[in-house]
């Protein structure tokens, strides 16, 4: 599939442009109606009433116009208090059970950890560690602008590994005002594309140190304005050269 042109997002100068009506999907003709006083017409038949449920249980209003609220309790179908040890060790299985706050100088809470299989990590499961040594160096921010790309034009940032220096990327932003494809290129490899969206205009690619580039190789976004007129364009690129 190839690239595609995209289409330009509503934009007003002031509130009130634009009128949004919200209609039936089938007669577009009938429309949601509002009143003056900002209320809306509910076509309720006259001594009716609305019901709010969750399709089991109904809101209940008292006389007064106030709500009913129900504090969950411990329910005997599906809550359970084991008591049992010779230390009287004390286990209480809930649904959804409301306590005090705990205290650190009386309380404790055990939280059990599992795998994708749903096994609990034990001696037996360990859980697994990864130590990964942080990496020292000389930081990187590299930015770059391009003003007035043209329509399917394409730009380029560069940078260029300093001498007996490695580079460990970090992360790659690319932003416009409109639809942008990018691509990011190690020493003239493709390394990773990108595209944004009117709703979402940033490209971020997290490159986590995974991607390395050694001395003197070029780091280059390839920018390529996709929207129907010419727009500017923005790229950063940060690291370490260690």
Excluded at 82 to 88: F, K, Y
Excluded at 144 to 151: E, L, Q
Excluded at 173 to 181: A, P
């Amino acid at each position: 599939m190839a690239d595609y042109d995209s289409s330009l997002p509503v934009r007003t100068e002031s509130a009130g442009d634009i009128d949004v009506f919200i209609s039936d999907a089938t007669t577009s003709t009938q429309k949601l109606k509002v009143n003056a006083d900002g209320s809306i017409d509910t076509n309720q038949v006259a001594g009716s009433k609305i019901i709010i449920t969750d399709g089991t249980d109904d809101l209940e209003v008292n006389a007064d116009g106030s709500i009913n609220v129900k504090q969950d309790k411990l329910a005997f179908a599906t809550d359970t208090v084991d008591v049992s040890g010779s230390d009287v060790t004390a286990t209480v299985t809930a649904v959804d059970l409301d306590i005090r706050d705990l205290s650190a100088s009386t309380d404790s809470v055990q939280a059990n950890l599992f795998d994708e299989a749903g096994v609990a990590y034990s001696q037996a499961n360990p859980l697994p560690v990864e130590l990964t040594q942080d990496q020292s160096g000389d930081e990187i921010v590299d930015f770059n602008t391009s003003a007035a790309v043209a329509k399917d034009a394409s730009v380029n940032h560069d940078y260029t590994v300093s001498a007996g220096k490695t580079f460990l990327g970090e992360e790659a932003w690319v932003s416009g005002s409109g639809k942008l494809k990018a691509e990011l290129l190690v020493n003239g490899a493709i390394k990773w594309v990108g595209f944004n969206s009117t709703a979402n205009p940033n490209i971020r690619i997290p490159l986590e140190k995974i991607m390395k580039a050694n001395a003197t190789e070029v780091i280059r976004f390839t920018i390529t304005n996709r929207d129907k007129q010419a727009q500017d364009v923005y790229s950063t690129l940060t690291g370490l050269e260690i």
